[in-house]
């Protein structure tokens, strides 16, 4: 073989490897709401819907996570307790808590981006493949400016009645 034969070999090998696209994630992970809003000290449940993208059942074997500041703690029970053990080819699960995020008491108010949850798994129940993965975000607000839901509204407003009502029949009695 000549040096200009190797060489084009070479160069086709190396152009080759150079074009091959990136593999695409294997498991769809579509949160419910990418952004949660919560007080310093509250737990955030973060819901969602996997879909299988792949022509293969996968399992999915476990997770992993990175967030921004250390005063937001990840817990991944959700997942582990409501994620299906594999998904067939083009099947979806969900939509099912897949974690928690707690915020520290001593968590300035702002907005945290960049946070990522990653699930793992692939074609046997041994594989450690990244197959999807996905970003949140949580907003601290302060104590003060979280809105009461209205279940206790309504809770408060009908106690505000009964004690109006007591009043105004109490003194005709």
């Given at each position: 073989m000549t040096r200009r034969s190797l060489f084009i070999i070479?160069?086709?090998?190396v152009i080759a490897f150079m074009v091959v696209p990136a593999t695409a994630q294997d498991i769809g992970i579509v949160l419910s709401q990418s952004t949660l809003t919560g007080a310093a000290g509250t737990t955030l449940t973060f819901d969602a819907t996997l879909t299988n993208l792949?022509?293969?059942t996968i399992f999915?074997?476990?997770?992993?996570y990175t967030t921004v500041s250390p005063s937001l703690t990840v817990s991944v029970n959700?997942?582990?307790s409501n994620a299906p053990l594999s998904?067939?080819?083009?099947?979806?699960?969900?939509?099912?808590a897949i974690f928690t995020v707690t915020i520290?008491?001593?968590l300035a108010p702002g907005v945290y981006s960049l946070n990522d949850f990653t699930i793992i798994g692939g074609l046997s129940g041994t594989d450690f493949n990244v197959l999807g993965s996905t970003n949140f975000t949580v907003d601290v607000v302060s104590a003060t400016s979280v809105v009461p839901e209205p279940a206790s509204l309504v809770l408060v407003?009908?106690?505000l009645l009964g004690l109006v009502m007591k009043r105004k029949f109490g003194r005709s009695a």
């Open positions: 070479l160069l086709v090998t792949s022509s293969s999915l074997n476990g997770d992993s959700p997942f582990l998904l067939a080819a083009g099947a979806s699960g969900g939509a099912f520290a008491p001593s407003g009908t106690g």
